[in-house]
């Protein structure tokens, strides 16, 4: 075997062992956020129990696409979001609120978001969730993963 050979085997095998050690290292430094996002968001149903419930009426919807860029000049990612615009009243007081859900899992297609609001159409009826303290604040939905009928998609998906 050659000196050059040799050293080719040699770069390689080195260039290998730092590679392995950098995504180690990338993958820990994503792991802890990721876990501590997973335990809040088990926590916030009950930190919402306290939450009462109404009926309210559809005023709006649509699919809102957000497009995010992971550095300069990197590669996009495109997120869309089914959006909800509804009014509901309170001791005869009318509000309204656009908050879908209050920890949201989404990987919608643009398809699967339009799929979702099929059941939301404007002027039907819908149970919001709201503060008794402060009855602005409100919601769809707690909790809510989308889409709906797809399990354990992509690298963020949390159980």
């Known amino acids: 075997m050659s000196n050059e050979m040799l050293a080719t ?3 390689l095998g080195i260039f290998i062992i730092v ?9 820990t ?3 802890k956020p990721l876990e501590e996002f997973k335990g809040y968001a088990e926590k916030v149903p009950e930190m919402y129990r306290h939450w009462k419930r109404t009926s309210g009426v559809i005023k709006g919807v649509k699919v809102k696409e957000e497009v995010s860029r992971l550095g300069y000049d990197s590669v996009s990612t ?5 959006c909800i615009e509804y009014s509901y009243e309170i001791n005869g007081q009318t509000y309204t609120g656009n908050q879908l859900a209050l920890v949201l899992y ?3 297609t ?5 799929n979702f609001l099929a059941n939301y159409q404007v002027g039907k009826p819908v149970i919001i969730h709201y503060d008794p303290d402060d009855h602005r604040l409100s919601s769809v939905f707690i909790k809510l993963t989308l889409p709906k009928y797809k399990k354990r998609r992509g690298p963020l998906y949390f159980p």
């Open 9 to 11: 085997i040699i770069g």
């Open 19 to 27: 590679s392995v050690i950098f995504l180690r290292l990338v993958a």
């Open 29 to 31: 430094a994503f792991k």
């Open 78 to 82: 495109r997120t869309y979001t089914p």
């Open 106 to 108: 989404n990987q919608c």
């Open 110 to 114: 643009y398809k699967d978001a339009e």
